[in-house]
């Protein structure tokens, strides 16, 4: 089953072991476990409820999902730094993930590329990828986890989001950020961690510009999330209060998923 944007190929990590992020992916195993059993519970309390009941049994689940999102985010704290490591920790080779194969990467042309900003914001200026190199920039070795159990540790660089939040004149009292991108992906995250401190729009992997299979031109580095929540060839980011959803979510992902 796929895990979202970054879907396992199949591959597994070549770095070091799992054993940092092993007890948040139990608990996370745990969560979904229990979510699963509540929502089960839920419904067979449901006066004239069964299990052929399916948009009762949908709208117990999703209000159930609602919950989980609501938990995770009143735990969440920006003071909160997830794990980092240094150049030889790094997988080599960095695993390729996607919902398609690697042949149906999107070639994006960096020259024309336009990175588009709406909703409520002050400027909805486009931005180049050299606009974007302007900006003040911040380097992470961090693992990227997948829900699926495996991982890789990467070097990403760019732009801290909050910083390119604040120099288009963001309302970051908005609930949502939302992302749509050039394959077809799209993906929301919660207002806390995007100004989070780790949280940094990518333009280069490792000493290099993102290249095509990483994300080109464009992708969002959120190491206190798992993989799907970390959009790649990012064409569009909007601000608003109205829930976005995402790819997966909207088919039953965990829409906060965080570690």
């Not at 042949?103 to 960096?110: C, F, K, L, N, R």
Request: proline content about 7%.
């Amino acid at each position: 089953m796929p895990s979202g944007h970054e879907h396992s190929s199949g591959r597994k990590s070549t770095g070091p072991a799992l054993s940092d992020h092993r007890p948040e992916l139990e608990g996370l195993q745990r969560r979904l476990f229990l979510r699963k059993t509540l929502s089960l519970g839920a419904v067979s309390m449901l006066s004239g409820c069964n299990l052929q009941d399916g948009d009762t049994i949908d709208k117990v689940l999703w209000a159930m999902s609602r919950w989980n999102d609501r938990a995770q985010a009143w735990l969440f704290s920006q003071h909160k730094l997830a794990p980092v490591y240094t150049e030889a920790d790094v997988t080599r080779p960095f695993p390729f993930n996607a919902f398609y194969p690697e042949d149906s990467v999107p070639e994006i042309d960096e020259m024309g590329y336009r990175l588009e900003v709406s909703g409520m914001v002050a400027n909805k200026r486009l931005w180049s990828l050299s606009d974007l190199r302007q900006l003040p920039q911040a380097s992470q070795i961090t693992r990227h986890v997948c829900i699926e159990g495996w991982s890789a540790i990467g070097q990403w660089s760019g732009v801290p989001f909050r910083t390119f939040l604040e120099r288009i004149g963001a309302d970051l009292t908005a609930r949502y950020i939302s992302f749509k991108c050039a394959d077809r992906y799209y993906t929301s995250l919660d207002m806390a961690t995007a100004l989070h401190p780790q949280t940094i729009l990518a333009l280069d992997f490792g000493k290099d510009p993102l290249p095509p299979q990483y994300g080109h031109p464009l992708k969002l580095r959120v190491p206190t999330k798992l993989g799907f929540k970390n959009p790649k060839h990012i064409a569009a980011i909007v601000v608003t209060n109205d829930y976005p959803g995402g790819y997966w979510e909207d088919q039953g992902y965990n829409w906060f998923s965080g570690l």
